[in-house]
């Protein structure tokens, strides 16, 4: 009996398989166990954190796919035109047409179209929502449209003909602008009336002059045969030719080629973007000016009279540049424009005395 309870009190005292001193033979050991017994808390908190790194990253294509198509159709079904998706539209370049291999930027149709609808909102009173509006806004979009591609077109000619315009050009433009506008000399008054009628910023604006000396530029390098007229009616006109003969004859300005050219008096502060009015002041009575390379064509001017006021009545020659809008339209015949927005073409709906 003393015997059996020696040995349950031995059995008793047994210390556990998973205790024991640790030594630097058992460390091993005894870290596995400490190791396995927080497993069970450790992986299922791994198991969330997957999950939820995974619905994440699903709920964020998900989003991505809904913004992209709600933009596309923002763009391309309801043809929004408001300032958020105008914004976008800088930020990302799609296009809204193709014209042979160029493609035309959304935000340069956008650009248009917004000045001109501020414009005509602000200054002419015109409500788009009228049915005579919708119109109107059908017509300024064909407007924006063309001259988007246009523009897209001509900076691919410029490249192709290495015809660049400097940033110094422009700044020299503007600053020829805000000097003779009757609106004010100072830069921060041009920049709010900028602002104020195109609904343009300033960079906006100077973007828009780049545009319109790059393309003047391009048809006077590639206008060959308008130039060679031009020039043929200057040694008509030094060889004694009559200037109000010559204008009736191959003038192809419509509203002044039945009068000889003549315009009439003509106001000081009148917009004067081809340089006519300038040029015709700085001459003497029945004076004849060089060829003048404006935004559409090559004019040449005679001055008949001049005023006290400034004002000024001139004739005028006007021989328009033809290749690009010749090569414009043969894209078009075939078929090498293509528009993504449907636009139709329709009559200016604003009719005019």
Known sequence: MKKMLNKVFKSGNKRPETGGRITNETVAEHRERVLAGGRKFKYPLQYTKHRVLIISIIIGVLALILFIAFFIWQLYFAQAYDKFTYGLTRVLPVPVAKVDTEMVRYSDYLSELRSSVHYLTTKEAVNFNSADGKRQLDYQKRLALDKAVGDAYVAKLAAENNVSVSGKEVDEFVQKQIASNKLGVKEDVYKQVISDYYDWSFDEYKNSVRK?????????????EAKAKAD???????????????????????????????????SKNSDDPNGLIAAASALEP?????????????????????????????????????VVAQKLADLKKDGKINEYIKVDSIENPIKTE
Do not use: H, M
Request: charged share 25%; no cysteine; glycine share 12%.
């Open 212 to 224: 319109e000396l790059l393309s003047k530029k391009v048809s006077v390098v590639l206008d060959k």
């Open 232 to 266: 043929q009616i200057i040694q008509q006109l030094v060889g004694g030719g009559d200037f109000a003969n010559i204008a009736k004859e191959q003038s192809e300005d419509p509203l002044t080629k039945a009068n000889g050219g003549d315009t009439g008096f003509v």
């Open 286 to 322: 029945n004076g004849i000016s060089q060829i003048i390379q404006g935004a559409d064509g090559f004019y040449v001017v005679k001055l008949i009279e001049k005023r006290d006021t400034g004002d000024v009545r001139f004739a005028k020659i006007f021989i328009s540049y033809k």
